[in-house]
């Protein structure tokens, strides 16, 4: 196969799937998902399965590319892949953590993405890759961590995203309310819907007042941008997730053609003989 994009993407791709391949070899299920212009045509006809990857804000050919070769490291890998057209990977997350949730399940959830920690529960934790003082580690967010950390329950994270916004996702938030005010808010108030109809009462300033006032329509718009959908229609289920081979020719041809050594040795791959080509 061929993706027409350069090494230094393909890397950051795969590297950013390095912790579930290498640090979780037992975890049964990973998935990639993107939101891609609806008139671009992906390669192979359908979005890669990979690791939850959100590249929503710089959807273009060569991010494509991205998706596809960092997807492709899935099918060299023993876990199961899964997508579902139109729905972003963390919806899929949401949904299968719901899932097993309901079938009573404990469901653990490796990513680098804090949306997801709105979906902790006692029934699912989400081991959060994080870069501490230029080293990697993994945090366990439980129900309990959450409250530590946010001060309020974790669906809260919506209300908290919906008030200070994200860049990186597209959502606008309030005009003028930071992270400190918005978990201020979120852990005083529990969510927007409360903070709007005390506007006139809560314990805030006259300018955070009016900056709250002016940018509501904003608020629950990003509300609905920061949730994630826990309701997508499935067709497989948790049984169906379990790992299956490695595909170990194919991973050692593609690590190898980006020169991604010391994962091929930590995954103790061998050449098999299997070409692949990255333009």
């Known amino acids: 196969d061929t993706w027409e994009l350069g090494r230094n993407d393909a890397v950051e791709a795969i590297t950013g799937t390095r912790n579930v391949f290498v640090d979780y070899p037992e975890l049964a299920f990973v998935m990639f998902g993107s939101e891609i212009p609806a008139n671009y045509t992906s390669p192979s006809g359908g979005i890669s ?46 949904t299968f953590a719901k899932k097993c949730q309901d079938e009573g399940h404990q469901c653990f959830i ?15 934790t989400v081991l959060l890759a994080h870069t501490k003082m230029g080293r990697p580690e993994t945090l366990h967010f439980t129900p309990e961590v959450f409250r530590e950390e946010y001060g309020t329950e974790p669906k809260g994270l919506i209300d ?19 992270e400190k005010t918005a978990k201020k808010l979120i852990s005083e108030y529990h969510n927007i819907e409360t903070v709007y109809e005390q506007l006139e009462t809560i314990d805030v300033t006259k300018s955070v007042r009016e900056k709250l006032r002016a940018g509501k329509e904003d608020a629950f718009m990003s509300k609905t941008l920061a949730t994630i959908d826990q309701n997508v229609p499935l067709d497989i289920s948790i049984e169906d997730c379990i790992p299956g081979e490695r595909n170990e020719g194919e991973a050692y041809a593609l690590l190898t053609r ?6 091929i040795k930590k995954l103790d791959l061998h050449d098999q003989g299997v070409p692949v080509k990255v333009v």
């Open 110 to 124: 490796a990513t680098g993405d804090r949306d997801s920690l709105q979906l902790v529960s006692e029934n699912t």
């Open 49 to 94: 399965t990979s690791v939850s990857y959100d590249i929503t804000a710089t959807s273009n050919n060569t991010a494509w590319g991205t998706v596809s070769v960092a997807g492709r490291t899935v099918t060299a890998t023993p876990a199961s892949g899964y997508e579902v057209s139109g729905y972003e990977a963390d919806d899929i997350l949401g």
């Open 160 to 178: 908290i995203k919906a008030l200070m916004g994200d860049t990186s996702d597209n959502i606008p938030g309030v005009k003028g309310i930071g």
């Open 258 to 263: 980006l020169e991604m050594n010391s994962l």
